[in-house]
């Protein structure tokens, strides 16, 4: 890629994930008994930083999100919310990247939000400027990923999808929620257990969710026709919102679209214990009778600082995060898989897919290990604990050192910055991402409409081939696959115009559009790549869930 291609693609990622706010009228709209001012922009009208639940501060700490009661003294709603806490992150240091990568990197993965507060539950709204109360118009709600960590809608600029859906003759409304993250949000203990406050960020999710049911009407939605749809952790949490409550999607949407997330293997909250224990210990808390209500009592700024002493997600650990949705007998009354084989599953059409190469980004962390011997040690110790050594011994043998058959995958001999690097790539991104992905629709299949796609483009992109992330430059940048998603939120079936014709998947006949680089953007192939390899890691993740 030239210098000028890439200056060209920074350009249209920072308009894509900009803001600009330049006021030409002040549209309002009227909840409840308030009048709320909006901002126009061009051809849309944009509501920021609407609050959707109370403050969970003070003795909301660690509760469940509480609805607000009806709005009854108007306000402005021009700039986005802080988002919610950050936990803080230490991006690996790599020596020899080349510009390119880092360049990616800065701007999608590492791309840091700030402002940040703990009153942070707000959402957006996006319309288009001709938008009535009588529209009737599909709605997409947007879940922004972070590994659960991280994130915040003002780094996501909905004018984007709702501009190419009224391009497409598909006019549509955009909605995007903050929601708890890191402790705050995915605290897990058995006293967290106890008192039923587990999974606290996807109850925040919810919760926004049936907001949009009550008022989206205001903005000239049509609450019956809301798709969910998320990137990374965000398409998780989308997945999680079809298997809670027995499957029944309580009519707070009717399709999901999900970007690198899938119901993903996960024990009970108690597996959280041990970064409980921690943060009580650093906060002063290990004395007290009731430790979760001393935790909610701390200062803010000393909760914030024991977080930050957790694993966060570029930790060595990497994947096997500290705090995420964990099974808390509320939300979650199983493991996610175990719940899609049982059928607890919405019956809404869904749309899944990948990047090729989900693990690079995770694996600058693990550079230290360069032997057989080191990872190992390093999958006993963090993945799987309870395995016994044969199961550990032949995952290696899936996915061997062989630097050719690692990730970036179709790479060769390149990429390999340690003899282990594209191994461990390779193994997480498949444990995560693809192989959850395939399970789910392995086990929907011929019971809803399915379609599922892999993102191959950036595949040159030194290091990182096609990296977690890099398909939201297509969907934000405007591109295809904001014309598949918009004519999914619009049709439930993402087909028509001049994209290539995407057929619905089937374990029979297991379509795959290929999202590609160069002059054909766009090709259908079949779900087969690594049956084997990841046919074993869904099944060990089965049996052995973080």
């Known amino acids: 890629m030239s210098q000028i291609t890439l200056l060209l693609l920074l350009a249209g990622l920072a308009s894509a994930f900009a803001s600009p706010l330049e006021e030409c009228s002040s549209p309002s709209v009227t909840l409840d008994s308030a009048t709320v001012t909006g901002i126009s922009f061009g051809s849309v009208n944009k509501f920021l930083g609407i609050p959707f639940a109370q403050p969970p501060t003070g003795n909301l700490r660690f509760e469940l999100p509480q609805a607000l009661p009806p709005y009854n003294s108007s306000f402005s709603a ?20 080349p510009a390119e990568a880092l360049a990616y990197l800065a701007n999608t993965i590492f791309n840091i939000v700030v402002p940040s507060a703990e009153d942070c539950l707000t959402l957006n709204v996006v319309a288009p400027a001709d938008a009535t109360p009588d529209s009737k118009l599909p709605v997409v709600v947007w879940i922004f990923g972070g590994g659960f960590e991280l994130g915040g809608t003002s780094q996501y600029d909905g004018s984007i999808i709702v501009e190419k859906a009224i391009s497409l003759g598909a006019p549509a409304i955009y909605v995007s929620m903050n929601y708890r993250l890191s402790a705050f949000g995915f605290l897990a203990s058995q006293e967290v257990k106890d008192a039923g406050v587990g999974n606290l960020g996807l109850q925040d999710q919810r ?92 200062p803010y700024e000393t909760l914030l600082a024991a977080v930050n002493q957790s694993p966060g997600i570029f930790s060595f650990q990497s994947l096997v995060l500290a705090w995420m949705p964990r099974v808390d007998g509320v939300f979650l009354t199983d493991d996610p898989q175990y719940l899609v084989q049982q059928g607890s599953v919405a019956d809404v059409p869904f749309v899944t897919g990948d990047c090729d190469d989900e693990g690079t980004v995770f694996s600058f962390s693990t550079l230290n290990i360069t032997t057989d011997a080191q990872l190992e040690e390093y999958l006993r110790t963090y993945w799987l604990p309870d395995a016994p050594l044969t199961t550990i011994q032949e995952l290696m043998r899936y996915y061997p050192a062989d630097i050719t058959q690692g990730s970036p995958f179709d790479t060769g001999v390149l990429n390999a910055l340690t003899p282990q690097f594209k191994r461990i790539a390779a193994f997480q991104g498949d444990a995560v991402f ?38 939201i430059l297509n969907v934000y940048g405007g591109h295809d696959m904001a014309s598949y998603l918009v004519r999914f939120v619009s049709n439930l079936d993402p087909n028509g115009g001049t994209d290539l014709y995407w057929p619905q998947y089937t374990t029979a006949d297991p379509n795959m559009l290929e999202f590609l680089d160069g002059l054909i953007p766009q090709a259908l192939t079949q779900d087969t790549y690594r049956v084997e390899a990841i046919a074993f890691v869904m099944n060990v993740s089965l049996a052995y869930p973080v």
Not at 84 to 94: E, K, S
Not at 436 to 462: C, D, E, I, M, Y
Request: glycine share 12%; net charge neutral; charged share 15%.
């Open 78 to 97: 021009t700039a986005y919310g802080p988002a919610c806490p950050q936990q803080a992150i230490g991006p690996p240091i790599v020596s020899g990247l």
């Open 434 to 471: 693809q192989a959850p992905r395939r399970f789910f629709l392995q086990n929907r299949s011929g019971k809803q409409p399915l379609w599922t796609f892999v993102s191959k483009r950036l595949k040159a992109v030194p290091f990182l081939g096609s990296f977690h992330g890099s398909d």
């Open 207 to 298: 919760l926004a969710l049936h907001w949009v049911q009550k008022y989206i009407g205001a903005f000239g939605g049509d609450p019956t026709k809301v798709t969910v749809w998320g990137d990374s952790a965000g398409a998780i949490s989308a997945a999680l919102h079809m298997l809670t409550n027995g499957g029944n999607p309580d009519g707070l949407f009717r399709a999901a679209f999900m970007q690198s997330g899938s119901p993903i293997p996960v024990g009970d909250i108690t597996n959280g214990q041990v970064y409980y224990d921690a943060l009580v210990d650093e906060t002063g808390c290990s004395s007290a009778s009731d430790t979760l209500q001393c935790l909610r009592e701390v």
